[in-house]
């Protein structure tokens, strides 16, 4: 081993390695001591929020106006159903509607509340348990009050959908009757049906008949006449 080998080696071993050994556990400690947060795919203006500065009735809240939201989106955005919202798509006053709730109001409520259980030095009982001045309720109860509100905006959304979709497959199946229980369609799959019968019968007949009076390997009949064979 040369000396500039030997040199890198103990470089690796008492330079790199140990670096890295602490890099990592620098990086693990920060992961396992690292408030947990809180993502909406649907609502990205939310941004990441710490788990411990929500309650959990407002958590809750918040991922049910997620995936609903994210249902209602495709729904009422995706007006051509080519599986994506683009500008080949038809805005509606309802797909508005939606992205404002879910893009404005609903991150506006959650900062609001969230600078009123900062305002406490404590654990955030200032906003769960003080009233608003001029109101009967406390900074939990009215942001939960927002997000009730939505969620039920929501629910009657997904229902209106619903039933609409609904009655378009009822319209299906009365045309698909109505065509159906045509008397003219009816002759026809009638007069169909007796011609298919009247060809497996033609065909059965021949079959019989091939059967009855058999060939020779010429093609010719096998029943041949007395004074053909020669003695």
């Given at each position: 081993?040369?000396?500039?080998?030997?040199?890198?080696?103990?470089?690796?071993?008492?330079?790199?390695?140990?670096?890295?050994?602490?890099?990592?556990?620098?990086?693990?400690?920060?992961k396992v001591t690292a408030p947990k947060m809180?993502?909406?795919?649907?609502?990205?203006?939310?941004?990441?929020?710490?788990?411990?500065?929500?309650?959990?009735?407002?958590?809750?809240?918040?991922?049910?106006?997620?995936?609903?939201?994210?249902?209602?989106?495709?729904?009422?955005?995706?007006?051509?159903?080519?599986?994506?919202?683009?500008?080949?798509?038809?805005?509606?006053?309802?797909?508005?509607?939606?992205?404002?709730?879910?893009?404005?109001?609903?991150?506006?409520?959650?900062?609001?509340?969230?600078?009123?259980?900062?305002?406490?030095?404590?654990?955030?009982?200032?906003?769960?348990?003080?009233?608003?001045?001029?109101?009967?309720?406390?900074?939990k109860e009215a942001l939960l009050d927002v997000?009730?509100?939505?969620?039920?905006?929501?629910?009657?959304?997904?229902?209106?959908?619903?039933?609409?979709?609904?009655?378009?497959?009822?319209?299906?199946?009365?045309?698909?009757?109505?065509?159906?229980?045509?008397?003219?369609?009816?002759?026809?799959?009638?007069?169909?049906?007796?011609?298919?019968?009247?060809?497996?019968?033609?065909?059965?007949?021949?079959?019989?008949?091939?059967?009855?009076?058999?060939?020779?390997?010429?093609?010719?009949?096998?029943?041949?006449?007395?004074?053909?064979?020669?003695?």
């Amino acid at each position: 081993m040369t000396q500039l080998t030997a040199m890198f080696v103990m470089f690796v071993l008492y330079g790199v390695l140990p670096a890295a050994g602490l890099y990592l556990g620098y990086r693990g400690i920060r992961k396992v001591t690292a408030p947990k947060m809180l993502e909406y795919k649907a609502m990205p203006q939310l941004g990441y929020i710490p788990e411990k500065s929500l309650p959990v009735e407002v958590k809750t809240a918040l991922d049910q106006i997620n995936d609903k939201g994210e249902k209602l989106r495709v729904i009422y955005g995706d007006t051509n159903n080519d599986g994506k919202i683009d500008d080949k798509d038809t805005v509606n006053e309802t797909y508005i509607m939606i992205q404002n709730l879910m893009d404005r109001h609903v991150p506006l409520a959650v900062a609001d509340y969230r600078r009123l259980h900062d305002l406490d030095v404590g654990d955030g009982a200032l906003a769960d348990s003080t009233k608003i001045k001029h109101s009967n309720v406390t900074g939990k109860e009215a942001l939960l009050d927002v997000l009730s509100a939505i969620n039920t905006q929501f629910d009657d959304l997904l229902n209106a959908s619903y039933h609409q979709d609904g009655q378009k497959l009822l319209a299906t199946n009365r045309y698909l009757q109505k065509r159906f229980n045509n008397p003219t369609v009816n002759a026809d799959i009638q007069g169909l049906n007796n011609n298919a019968d009247s060809t497996i019968i033609n065909h059965s007949n021949r079959e019989i008949e091939a059967l009855e009076i058999p060939t020779d390997a010429s093609g010719k009949s096998a029943n041949t006449n007395a004074k053909d064979i020669k003695l």
